[in-house]
């Protein structure tokens, strides 16, 4: 059974645990090496991951470039604009060929639909390197993140402020399958899909939306936002003016625990969804969590190349 990963629940919560657990492992065991060394073990060299861009990314790019590098395998990376793709071969076709020539396929596209139909019809694992319904490689990133920071996180309380997207979505999925809780405040129009609340909530996570941002955050161990304009989006000023009450302010992480931890997938739009004071501050762990999507998407290669 080939292994995708286009959501957290491909792996379930015992097979994000060990990757997050083979994460932290990998990452103490090559500290101060030179970050293109190869781990001792290479364990995926002979692989090669072919990684396919229809939107821009500067993170999920340079991470699994270098994981795979890392693993001791190889990258090559075909972008929608000069690929077969991007003039009309079908996803499907592409999906077949791929799967001749390489080992692994990480791709970051718009429509969900698109990222199920490749891992249809390809024989080798497909990655999610985000898709407008959720961006689980950057979940497990931010998984890392916060239990290297101290957090346990079954019954942990996260605040999620702003927009109802694809990182939302993948933030709640998680929650069902680690056992956390989520308050999201979100204004009128800009809901996130009800399904991943309605499944976490099957799990035994409270999930509650909220229009008042003073409620998300109150308390909350994990404060997180993200862009107000996903990529593909219309930089409509309507959606500014809702989601302007909705920044995390000094004033608003002042309201969670004394010792929450800021998390942002970045790009940041500073000064929109977040202001500096905060992403700069003492609580912000973005830079460890960009750093976390190498170490946590050498784990996600492992398991879908079933090393882990
Ligand atoms: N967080 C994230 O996915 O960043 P990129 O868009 O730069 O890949
Ligand atoms: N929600 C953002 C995440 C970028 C990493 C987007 O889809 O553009």
Redesign the pocket.
């Known amino acids: 059974m080939t292994r995708h990963f286009l959501n957290l629940s491909d792996a379930g919560a015992d097979a994000m645990a060990g990757m997050i657990a083979d994460a932290i492992d990998r990452k103490a065991s090559r500290a101060g090496q030179p970050k293109g060394a190869i781990d001792s073990d290479a364990p995926l060299a002979g692989h090669t991951l072919a990684m396919i861009f229809e ?1 821009n ?1 500067t ?2 790019r340079v991470s699994f470039d270098m994981a795979i590098r890392q693993l001791g395998g190889t990258s090559l990376i075909l972008d929608g604009g000069t690929s077969q793709l991007g003039r009309g071969e079908t996803v499907a076709d592409t999906a077949r060929v791929l799967s001749r020539m390489c080992d692994a396929i990480m791709i970051r596209t718009d429509d969900h639909a698109k990222i199920e139909e490749m891992a249809h019809y390809a024989t080798v694992p497909v990655i999610n390197g ?1 898709t ?1 319904l959720s ?1 689980p490689c ?1 979940i497990m990133a931010d998984l890392l993140t916060v239990i290297e920071h101290g957090l346990a996180l079954p019954g942990s309380q996260w605040a999620w402020l702003g ?1 109802g ?3 939302l979505h993948s933030i709640v999925e998680a929650a069902g399958l680690m056992k956390f809780d989520v308050r999201i405040g979100v204004p009128q129009g800009y809901d996130p899909d009800p399904s991943f609340a309605e499944q976490a909530k099957g799990q035994g996570a409270n999930i509650v939306l909220t229009r008042d941002p003073l409620e998300a955050a109150r308390g909350a161990d994990v404060v997180v936002t ?2 107000w ?5 219309a930089h409509a000023e309507e959606k500014l003016a809702a989601m302007m009450p909705y920044q995390v302010t000094e004033a608003l992480m002042a309201l969670a625990k004394p010792d929450a931890k800021f998390l942002h ?3 940041a739009h500073r000064g929109e969804e977040v202001v500096d004071a905060v992403i700069d501050g003492p609580q912000s762990l973005i830079w460890d969590e960009a750093e976390n999507r190498l170490h946590a998407q050498k784990s996600v290669l492992l398991w879908a190349l079933g090393r882990l």
Request: glycine residues 4%; charged residues 25%.
């Open positions: 939107k990314s993170r999920t985000l407008d961006h950057q927009d997207n694809n990182v993200d862009t304009v996903s990529m593909g989006q997938c970045l790009p």
